[in-house]
């Protein structure tokens, strides 16, 4: 099913409040699936070894999940541009064929599913499952909402690009032959720097694994963002570049 018109508007809200929901599991379990597959690594896989050493090392391979998460955003967004990324409207007057668009149609959502991966760990067990059910589910009906926009806009045209293209899992190689549209890394930056705060927080965690520290590097990022973007608002309205 495709997503509606409220649930596409709200999708950023949406996808937030799924996240918090994982995250109020804690008031089931208060232990994070971290710690857990640490504790019964440590002692029926490795035989005894220190739990918090295989602790670190989860939460190392988590950041760079999130890491992974802020780079592909980044990427995408350099293309397709943040004012659209972030527009509460769908955009189906351009297809962007450039740059990740090359290897799959849909880097932003392998990014929320990348996301996934990175923050489950923080959560508890039922709160990581929900991550892994809810999160793909709702990214399932933006994408179907937004090819089917695409179809009907650009016909034949993304018919073939869809043809030749993978949906989620990026091809090695590109698919496509370059279309010379030039990323804009700076506004693509600015519009992702709430990923990259939580990047950076994650690799915080990972080497210091304090969690105040990781509060203060997030909530600093977030404000910061928040702050760069309500200074850099462009006022207008958004529109697609066409790649082709």
């Known amino acids: 099913m495709r997503a509606s018109d409220w649930e596409f508007r709200y999708r950023f809200w949406i996808f937030g409040a799924l996240f918090w929901l994982a995250f109020a599991a804690y008031f089931i379990?208060?232990?994070p699936s971290g710690v857990r597959l640490s504790r019964w690594l440590a002692h029926d896989v490795l035989g005894g070894a220190d739990w918090l050493h295989v602790y670190r090392g989860i939460m190392?391979?988590?950041?760079?999940?999130?890491?992974?998460?802020?780079?592909?955003r980044t990427w995408a967004t350099a293309y397709l541009r943040s004012d659209v990324v972030h527009d509460k409207v769908l955009h189906s007057e351009g297809l962007v064929a450039d740059g990740p668009y090359r290897h799959l149609r849909n880097p932003l959502y392998l990014g929320n599913y990348l996301l996934v991966l990175g923050f489950g760990f923080v959560a508890c067990v039922p709160g990581f499952l929900w991550l892994l059910v809810s999160i793909p589910l709702f990214s399932q009906r933006l994408i179907q909402r937004?090819?089917?926009?695409?179809?009907?806009?650009?016909?034949?045209?993304?018919?073939?690009?869809?043809?030749?293209?993978?949906?989620?899992?990026?091809?090695?190689?590109?698919?496509?032959?370059?279309?010379?549209?030039?990323?804009?890394?700076?506004?693509?930056?600015?519009?992702?720097?709430?990923?990259?705060?939580?990047a950076a927080a994650a690799v915080t965690y990972a080497v210091t694994l304090d969690r105040t520290r990781y509060g203060l590097v997030m909530a600093a990022g977030m404000v910061l963002y928040l702050g760069m973007n309500w200074l850099g608002r462009p006022g207008k309205t958004p529109s697609v570049p066409s790649a082709r």
Do not use: K, N
């Not at 190392?60 to 592909?72: E, I, N, P, R, S």
């Open 29 to 31: 379990d208060g232990v």
């Open 146 to 198: 937004e090819e089917h926009e695409l179809a009907q806009s650009q016909g034949e045209r993304y018919r073939a690009y869809r043809s030749r293209v993978p949906r989620l899992w990026p091809a090695l190689w590109p698919r496509l032959p370059a279309a010379g549209l030039q990323p804009r890394y700076g506004q693509a930056i600015r519009g992702e720097l709430w990923v990259w705060s939580f």
């Open 60 to 72: 190392a391979v988590a950041a760079l999940f999130v890491v992974a998460t802020a780079g592909l």
